[in-house]
């Protein structure tokens, strides 16, 4: 059970599991990451038996006694060299075990009855390939047209091949660029006609610096050709940055419909961006800018996802609207910075475990995801400067009403995989998008001075207490 960052530093968690056989020997395993046991245990093999039956066959028919002892010597040899090969064969089959568990999120069932238990851990390297940063993370949760988001993974593949450190795969890069060009070209009148009435100018002027000879696209597969890193990295930036403004006018509200009994809490039907102003409680100073001035007060601003955590966002946007956080103490870990629990005539509403796994629809409710088992969600908590909300302080299956924190992720604190140990776990329902240097000179005693909703107030609905 994850252990709620509200109310102690993160740690890594010790897992101790028992197997639920009884006539199974007991095995443990440990779910961190400077230990990785490979528990293996020896039952009574084949090959052990294999001299006693020899030896019945070959007494039936009572030979001479050079026979036999020759038959004897035989017999020993045969049943040595069987008996080395089976412990051989077992070894090799034991590391294709522990190789395919390792390496595979698929569970290897029914193999008790060999000789060797397949060797376990609690954690494992899944399909990590998860969003690394806020911004890749909110374009990645816009739920926009097909086409669009089919060029937006197109493109969005180029920022993994870049990471290649010597000869880069510009053909590979190429191709997928072509592909992004071709379907924004041929399936322009779906990718139009998605956009609602009172934005399609926007809209069309998007499209169109998107595919336009001069820019776009069609610049990025020119820097592409002339095979510099720096400009294509560039122009891959911003095609991207003009792919998630399309897929924003694409999507104004949310694309699934809330379940009834959460009908009476606030919600945010699409993107909201809180601008923080912290301030250092003992009079101290933030550092500088390049070339700056010290200052006493820092801004950081956060992006709030209501497409993927719409009850968490609109809890959270409500709360900053009423000026909850104005005034508020934070304290730090290694690992967050948590606000205080904020003043109780202005607690917001006890908002169920709202995740949105990735590849699906909408969020779940009350259900923390199993990583092990391959889920991950459309906002991870692996990201440095991520907005959570805290456990409630009677049930993890609850938000905290009030407490949130911004989590400093450090993959040195990771798991396999590089995936926090609580990744999964809570309720994350934005990313710091500017002010993410701010965040380490943030110290316990510090205050945020004022939370202000500066975009998104349209997008927030609350629920009618008449």
């Known amino acids: 059970m994850a252990v709620p960052l509200s109310s102690s530093l993160v740690h890594h968690k010790l897992a101790l599991k028992a197997s639920n056989n009884p006539f199974a020997p007991k095995q443990?395993?440990?779910?961190?990451?400077?230990?990785?046991?490979?528990?293996?245990?020896?039952?009574?093999?084949?090959?052990?038996?294999?001299?006693?039956?020899?030896?019945?066959?070959?007494?039936?028919?009572?030979?001479?006694?050079?026979?036999?002892n020759q038959q004897n010597i035989f017999t020993n040899i045969c049943a040595s060299t069987l008996e080395h090969g089976m412990k051989r064969f077992e070894s090799a089959v034991s590391v294709l075990i522990i190789f395919v568990q390792l390496t595979s999120p698929i569970p290897l069932s029914g193999w008790d009855s060999w000789s060797i238990f397949p060797a376990k851990a609690v954690l494992y390297s899944p399909d990590t390939k998860v969003p690394r940063t806020g911004e890749l993370a909110l374009r990645k949760a816009i739920p926009a047209n097909p086409n669009m988001k089919v060029i937006q993974d197109s493109l969005e593949d180029l920022s993994y091949l870049l990471r290649i450190p010597q000869r880069k795969p510009y053909g590979t890069m190429e191709g997928n660029v072509k592909k992004a060009l071709k379907i924004a070209i041929d399936d322009k009148e779906s990718i139009l006609a998605s956009l609602p009435a009172d934005t399609r100018e926007k809209g069309y002027a998007l499209y169109s610096s998107l595919i336009d000879e001069k820019g776009g696209l069609q610049t990025l597969l020119g820097y592409i050709k002339d095979k510099d890193p720096d400009k294509v990295s560039v122009g891959l930036a911003s095609s991207l940055d003009t792919v998630a403004q399309l897929e924003l006018l694409q999507a104004p509200g949310l694309s699934f419909l809330l379940p009834a009994q959460y009908a009476k809490y606030p919600r945010l039907t699409g993107r909201g961006i809180v601008k923080f102003v912290i301030e250092k409680g003992d009079g101290s100073t933030f550092s500088p800018e390049a070339g700056g001035e010290q200052r006493k007060t820092a801004t950081v601003q956060v992006v709030v996802d209501g497409y993927s955590a719409p009850l968490t966002a609109g809890n959270f946007a409500k709360l900053v609207v009423d000026g909850a956080y104005d005034g508020v103490m934070l304290n730090t870990t290694d690992q967050a910075i948590l606000s205080d629990k904020g003043r109780e005539k202005n607690s917001g509403y006890s908002v169920p475990l709202e995740i949105m796994p990735s590849g699906q629809f909408e969020p779940l409710y009350k259900t923390p995801l199993s990583v092990q088992d391959g889920e991950l969600p459309v906002l991870p908590l692996s990201v440095y400067g991520a907005v959570v909300m805290?456990?409630?302080?009677?049930?993890?299956?609850?938000?905290?009403?009030?407490?949130?924190?911004?989590?400093?992720?450090?993959?040195?604190?990771?798991?396999?995989?590089?995936?926090?140990?609580?990744e999964g776990q809570f309720s994350v329902f934005g990313y710091t998008i500017a002010g993410r240097e701010i965040l380490p000179q943030i110290k316990s005693g510090d205050i945020i001075q004022s939370a202000r909703l500066v975009e998104g107030q349209d997008h927030l609905i609350l629920p009618d207490e008449s």
């Not at 409630?392 to 938000?399: A, I, K, L, Q, R």
């Not at 905290?400 to 604190?413: A, E, G, R, T, V």
């Open 390 to 422: 805290a456990h409630s302080d009677v049930s993890e299956e609850y938000s905290s009403p009030y407490q949130f924190f911004f989590y400093l992720y450090d993959k040195s604190y990771a798991g396999l995989g590089g995936l926090s140990f609580d």
């Open 28 to 68: 443990v395993f440990i779910s961190t990451p400077s230990l990785l046991p490979f528990n293996r245990f020896r039952k009574r093999g084949p090959a052990s038996s294999v001299l006693p039956r020899l030896s019945r066959i070959l007494s039936r028919t009572k030979p001479p006694t050079d026979f036999r």
